[in-house]
């Protein structure tokens, strides 16, 4: 809800909340199922001598929505196109992705920010700030480029699609972001943010899940992230005129529950990619992992404690 009037107060166009704070943690949370023992290690030293968070015994689930509140601030206006592409196709009937086209945001867009700061952890830059900035804009970009609203022009990403949602007037793109996830997933906090994950951990390592993982990963090479960050984007953008704005849309009127049924598992799916790429992406950059697997380690437990979690 903050975030339909922080755009409406800025006038801003797609930049935005994706997947909230729940959808993002659990994206960094699914990940983190499925890092290499040393490279979650890694990342924690890496956060941890951050000297812009101190946070103790910090995990890629507190620094997951970052990457929002710092593009909402004055000294971070310049990363807002980092979140979303604007594809200008021409939904429902016609949906793609054209870098050349699309990605002309002042300083790029979610493609390039990707292979950016992507590069800057192969080859760790400066200081640790900058080494941890870019980690966290990675964990960040990887969850926002499978929002499908997040590579869209039209109507500034839905932002400019106005609906209801349970009889309050909202943007479609804040439906998608947290309105849904929260009817579904329950609170934006740890409890939430367990029983998610755990679903979708079950799903990746022995349900519904487990055959299209190898499709997920079909593109995941981080020497070659434009090109795979473009994949995605076009794997997103298609859910676009596959389903998101298939519907006609009344002004001001409720979203059908039908619609919102239909949405679900769709955005769980693509908050699973979105945790399953992050792990094989991690893995490489600061493991041993080659481009398409997914390491299955073993875990009794969910790897993070719920009490640690700050929402
Ligand atoms: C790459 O990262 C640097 C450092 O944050 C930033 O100044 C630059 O604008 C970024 N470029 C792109 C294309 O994201
Ligand atoms: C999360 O919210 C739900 C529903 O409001 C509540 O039942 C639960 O106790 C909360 N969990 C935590 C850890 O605060
Ligand atoms: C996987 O699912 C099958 C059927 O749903 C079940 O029989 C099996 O025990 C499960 N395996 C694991 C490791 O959970």
Not at 164 to 179: I, P, R
Not at 234 to 248: A, E, G, P
Not at 279 to 298: D, R, V
Request: charged fraction near 20%.
């Amino acid at each position: 809800m903050l975030f339909s009037t922080v755009v409406a107060a800025l006038g801003l166009a797609s930049s935005a909340h994706a997947w909230g704070q729940l959808g993002h943690k659990t994206v960094a949370n699914v990940a983190l199922q499925f890092l290499q023992p040393g490279v979650r290690d890694t990342l924690t030293a890496i956060l941890a001598a951050d000297g812009h968070n101190r946070l103790p015994n910090p995990s890629i689930v507190d620094v997951a929505t970052w990457a929002d509140g710092f593009s909402h601030s004055p000294e971070g206006t310049w990363t807002k196109g980092f979140h979303y592409i604007d594809a200008k196709d021409d939904p429902p009937l016609r949906c793609d992705v054209d870098l050349s086209r699309d990605c002309r945001g002042p300083g790029g867009c979610v493609v390039t920010a990707i292979a950016n700061y992507t590069d800057q952890l192969i080859h760790p830059s400066r200081n640790v700030d900058e080494t941890a900035q870019a980690l966290k804009f990675v964990v960040h970009f990887l969850g926002d480029i499978t929002q499908p609203l997040h590579t869209e022009n039209f109507m500034h990403g839905g932002n400019g699609i106005n609906v209801k949602w349970h009889g309050k007037k909202a943007k479609l793109h804040g439906v998608w972001d947290t309105g849904m996830i929260a009817e579904f997933f329950g609170s934006d906090n740890a409890t939430g943010l367990d029983s998610w994950t755990k679903r979708i951990v079950n799903e990746i390592k022995n349900g519904s899940y487990k055959d299209a993982v190898p499709e997920w990963l079909s593109c995941s090479d981080i020497n070659d992230a434009v090109n795979c960050a473009t994949q995605w984007a076009v794997d997103t953008n298609k859910l676009i005129c596959d389903f998101v704005l298939k519907t006609t849309f009344h002004k001001n009127e409720e979203l059908p529950k039908s619609y919102y049924d239909d949405a679900i598992p769709i955005i769980q799916r693509q908050v699973a990619k979105g945790g399953v790429r992050l792990a094989s992406w991690l893995n490489q950059i600061f493991g041993t992992a080659e481009p398409g697997s997914l390491s299955l380690y073993e875990q009794d437990r969910l790897v993070l404690q719920l009490s640690e979690v700050e929402f």
